[in-house]
């Protein structure tokens, strides 16, 4: 079984200043890692994916995020936020082998101020 | 490409009154199929999903039911809601080695 950890509910961050919203994650099985955001009553969009290969992962809106399986990590950066970044951001997990189900963190809010 | 449609996307109840949301998929054969409710500061939480036609595992046992009649058609019911039913409700699908794609949601007050 596979879990998610997203420490971190809220975090505030100026306008043009560096982000990182750490994703932690549990498993017995190699995984596939995906991080989506969702901005207020609407579904949830693909920001990036790790299936294999290179563990730093570009995305779109300037994401990325690097994957660092010493310390099942997942967590995702940005260099300069802007206010439209303002969403809530969901890390997510899978299992890599035969396995269907997709394990969501709580969620971070994350808020750009002017 | 692929579409996945999901409706209503408002819905208010009156506590023990059913519930029947539908999702569909466009464009893709043989999807997985998920139900996810997200309420407040929890997440999302899975609740079902189908890798085929009438095939579905439930994660949570509670007052939902989910059917898949048709392959690209996944349907969320309850017979009677209860006040805690109330929250957003998401309809996604995959294939078989990849990403989730999400509909637009479902919000649901039961009062």
């Known amino acids: 079984a596979q879990s998610v950890t997203q420490l971190d509910s809220q975090v505030p961050v100026f306008e043009e200043a560096p982000v990182e919203l750490r994703c932690n994650y549990s498993?017995?099985?190699?995984?596939?890692l995906f991080w989506y955001v969702q901005y207020p009553n609407q579904g949830l969009q693909l920001l990036l994916k790790?299936?294999?290969?290179?563990?730093l992962v570009k995305g779109i809106n300037g994401f990325e995020a690097e994957f660092n399986k010493s310390q099942t990590s997942f967590h995702l950066r940005k260099p300069s936020v802007h206010i439209s970044d303002t969403a809530e951001y969901f890390c997510?997990?899978?299992?890599?082998?035969?396995?269907?189900?997709?394990?969501f963190g709580t969620g971070t809010r994350l808020k750009v101020l002017a | 490409s692929q579409t996945i449609h999901q409706w209503p996307a408002t819905l208010v109840q009156p506590v023990g009154s059913p519930l029947s949301l539908e999702c569909t998929v466009e464009?893709?054969?043989?999807?997985?199929l998920y139900w996810y409710r997200q309420a407040a500061g929890r997440g999302l939480q899975l609740l079902f999903y189908?890798?085929?036609?009438?095939?579905i595992s439930s994660e949570v046992p509670q007052n939902l039911s989910a059917s898949r009649p048709q392959d690209r058609q996944f349907i969320l019911s309850s017979k009677k809601l209860l006040l805690s039913d109330s929250g957003f409700y998401l309809c996604?699908?995959?294939?078989?080695?990849?990403?989730?794609?999400f509909g637009e949601g479902s919000r649901l007050t039961v009062l």
């Open positions: 464009g893709t054969s043989n999807p997985n």
């Open positions: 189908s890798v085929g036609i009438g095939q």
């Open positions: 997510a997990v899978s299992g890599s082998l035969g396995t269907y189900k997709y394990i």
């Open positions: 498993s017995s099985v190699s995984v596939y």
């Open positions: 790790y299936l294999s290969g290179s563990t």
């Open positions: 996604a699908w995959s294939p078989p080695a990849g990403e989730l794609f």
